[in-house]
């Protein structure tokens, strides 16, 4: 028979409440604690534990904090991530996050959702779907990335968005839901900010 961990992981429906999970959770909630409680100039210190923390690293990151999540375990960062002050990744399935990705503060990505059926919510149920983030990607402050949604590379995501679908390569997004408003053209070289030219 599969223990709750296991279910979890396959994305089959799961108790939370599992002690094996329960303690999981207290071992991350307790490095996340210690993290967000040491001074910023000691970055190294920081780094080491967040190489503890989470799934796997790149060679270099920077995690502002405060961050919290559910696991760590379960998130896989790539090369030159950057993540602003608090960041909330609720980790019960895989996050994956690709090289040159920056987060906005308070950008939350859930992979946990309960069931819609208000007797199943109750008793406890509860499931996980993983979230992929590709290569070079800017996800805007205030963002919420929900469970199942893949992001494509090169993309841009608008702040205040709530992703619930996917979203593909090279476009501009944003919205609530979130949805592609433009791709990104050989134009968009020219500007840093709205018509605003780089200078020669």
Request: charged share 25%.
């Amino acid at each position: 028979m599969a223990s709750e961990k296991e279910k979890m992981l396959s994305e089959k429906p799961y108790l939370s409440s599992d002690d094996e999970l329960a303690t999981e959770r207290l071992l991350a909630q307790s490095l996340c604690f210690e993290i967000n409680h040491i001074p910023p100039a000691e970055i190294e210190k920081r780094n080491e534990l967040y190489r503890k923390l989470l799934g796997s690293t790149g060679e270099k990151f920077l995690i502002e904090i405060p961050f919290h999540c559910d696991y760590g375990y379960n998130i896989e960062i790539g090369e030159n991530f950057y993540s602003n002050y608090n960041c909330i990744i609720l980790d019960c399935a895989r996050v994956r996050i690709g090289d040159n990705v920056m987060l906005a503060p308070n950008v939350s990505i859930f992979t946990a959702g309960h069931p819609i059926d208000a007797e199943m919510r109750n008793s406890g149920l509860e499931y996980a779907i993983p979230v992929s983030i590709d290569n070079n990607v800017w996800i805007g402050g205030n963002t919420v990335i929900n469970p199942g949604v893949s992001i494509g590379s090169n993309t841009v995501i608008g702040s205040g968005s709530v992703v619930t679908k996917d979203i593909p390569s090279n476009v501009i997004a944003a919205g609530n839901p979130c949805k592609v408003i433009r791709k990104i053209t050989e134009e968009d070289r020219q500007f840093y900010f709205r018509k605003r030219k780089f200078e020669e």
